[in-house]
Structures are given as structure tokens and as C-alpha cells.
């Protein structure tokens, strides 16, 4: 389903012209939780002509394990053609309706995962030229079903939900002092949001979704609580957030198991950046609903 304004057009899920900038980045990302099976993951590819390279991430929570395949390939020609750029060896993405439906497949040498994925909720449109982040950037809810096809023969059948965006235009990781996102999903609604600490400012992107259309999100708080490990790893994020017909949530986010996250880090001339990827049972603390998502922390310490 598109964005209720038909800002977005059918292209817009293919690959737009690259601006100059160095750091220009066409990104398409999706998360999954089967709370039921417990088996949860998600998956990025990042398109980087003007350095001349992808970035292939996908990362699966099953079974207590974590297993994650992530390349840098060279990106030795540049093409407008998705059936080319969004696929390596073990990783495919395959568009079947714009904004509806998409595909992902993922192979190794002991099983096939595939996961179809149907959107539920009208598709939001981020603000441009948010933070250093994008230039344009859109997220929708969706519902997932798929299996995994073991060597053996053995099939797992899997269903859930889940979040997807896509975003292009320039992509400053260290230009981010800090941010936190959350990804909401609940049986009637879900949420989508950021906020980005940079220059010493505050921006924010956030929405509410449901069978009605989108809710705008007036205001945003979000408590922390961190492991005391050395890597000060967040344990519990709670967000409170209040719309603008003046509705509260309260939502705490905690991990779906020891294993449900993975940390990215990039060293840069001047410090690096680090990324905390949080797969989560989410509960609403005023109903006691229990949901499930995504919750995210970017971090940069310059030297």
C-alpha cells in the first residue's frame, strides 16, 4: 500500500540516479519476528556507486543461535537494474508488487530461508532531508510468511511481523552524535520512529499506523537502561510517546533472547560509530499487550 498522500511513485522502489555527494546511499532494509517459534532476524543491502560497493547484511536468531552473513562487495559497475543489484550468491531480493510485496531468500549449505512479505498498513513517508541520514526515507508494517527448507527435507513454516523501509540520499553515519529507533508491531498497530542527536540538535521522525490511516506522533521521550558490560550494551529501552490527539503509549522494549542482537562498528580517522541492532518483545505498559520489533541505538565516540 502506498503513502496516503501518493507522494511515492511504483519507481521509487527501484534504484534512483546517485547525487555526487561521496556518502550517497540507496538502502533497503527488513526485519521479521515470529515470537511464536521465536525465530527473528532481519536484512539490509546498501548501494554505494560513488565508493564503489554494497553492503549485504542478513542476520537470523533461531533455535538460541544467531547466524549472520554480511559482505562488501566491490561494485565494479554501476546499473539502474534491481534483478542484478539486489542479489549475490546466497542473498536475493525480489520485488513482486510496489509497496505490497517483496521476497527474500537466503541460502547456505544447510538450509534455504524465504520469507514473503505483504504489508498491512499504508506506507509512511519519513520528512526529507532528515538529520545526515536521507534524503528521502519511507517504512511500512507488514506481515511475514515463509519457511525454512533443510537439507533433510525437514520444513519449518514461519509467520509473523515485521518492518521494512527504504531510504536514499546521503548516509553520514559519524556525522550522528546518537539515535535511537524503535520499530513497533502489534496485532492492530505499529510505530515507527528515530531520533537523531547531531550538531547539537535534535530531530525527530516518527509516525503511528492502523487499518484507519497514519496517526502523527506529537512528542517523544525514550528512558534507557544499559548492561554494565564494557560495551554498555542497552538492556531495556522504554519509550513514551503521546500523538497528537494527546493519547500516551508507554512501550518497553526488552530482548527476545541473549542472542537476538548484534553490534556493528566502524572505525573512522577521528573515533568510530557503533550500532546496536535489537530484536525485542515490546510491551505495552498500559494494557499489557505484548508485540514485538526492532529497537536500535547508533552511538559515535570521537578521539
Not at 105 to 129: A, G, L, P, Q
Not at 148 to 157: E, P
Not at 174 to 182: E, L
Request: proline share 2%; charged share 30%; net charge negative.
Amino acid at each position: 500500500m502506498k503513502d496516503k498522500n501518493n507522494t511515492l511513485k511504483d519507481d521509487d522502489e527501484l534504484l534512483h540516479k546517485p547525487g555526487e555527494i561521496q556518502k550517497w546511499r540507496e538502502a533497503y532494509y527488513w526485519n521479521w519476528i515470529d515470537l511464536g517459534n521465536r525465530i527473528t532476524g532481519c536484512s539490509t543491502i546498501g548501494i554505494i556507486p560513488n565508493e564503489q560497493r554494497r553492503e549485504l547484511f542478513f542476520s537470523l536468531f533461531v533455535d538460541n543461535k544467531r547466524i549472520i552473513y554480511y559482505r562488501e562487495p566491490i561494485l565494479h559497475k554501476y546499473v539502474e537494474d534491481i534483478e542484478i543489484m539486489l542479489r549475490d550468491k546466497r542473498l536475493a531480493y525480489n520485488l513482486i508488487t510496489p509497496f505490497q510485496n517483496w521476497e527474500i531468500i537466503y541460502n547456505c549449505t544447510k538450509f534455504e530461508f524465504k520469507i514473503n512479505w505483504d504489508t498491512r498498513f499504508n506506507t509512511h513517508v519519513f520528512k526529507n532531508d532528515f538529520s545526515v541520514a536521507w534524503h528521502t526515507h519511507f517504512e511500512s508494517s507488514g506481515i511475514i510468511t515463509g519457511e525454512f527448507i533443510y537439507r533433510d527435507g525437514k520444513v519449518r513454516k514461519i509467520r509473523g511481523f515485521g518492518q521494512r523501509d527504504k531510504s536514499w540520499g546521503i548516509r553520514d553515519w559519524h556525522g550522528v552524535d546518537h539515535w535511537i529507533a524503535g520499530q513497533f508491531q502489534f496485532k492492530d498497530w505499529n510505530c515507527g520512529l528515530r531520533k537523531d542527536y547531531y550538531q547539537n540538535k535534535i530531530d525527530v521522525s516518527r509516525y503511528i499506523a492502523d487499518n484507519n490511516g497514519t496517526i502523527p506522533i506529537r512528542d517523544v521521550e525514550i528512558d534507557i537502561i544499559d548492561d554494565n558490560d564494557k560495551l554498555k550494551t542497552p538492556l531495556i529501552t522504554t519509550y513514551h510517546i503521546t500523538d497528537v490527539h494527546g493519547k500516551n503509549y508507554n512501550i518497553e522494549a526488552k530482548l527476545i533472547d541473549k542472542n537476538s542482537i548484534f553490534r556493528f562498528a566502524r572505525q573512522f580517522p577521528d573515533g568510530f560509530t557503533e550500532l546496536f541492532e535489537e530484536m525485542v518483545v515490546m510491551k505495552d505498559l498500559d494494557n499489557n499487550e505484548i508485540g514485538s520489533g526492532m529497537s536500535e541505538h547508533l552511538r559515535t565516540e570521537k578521539v
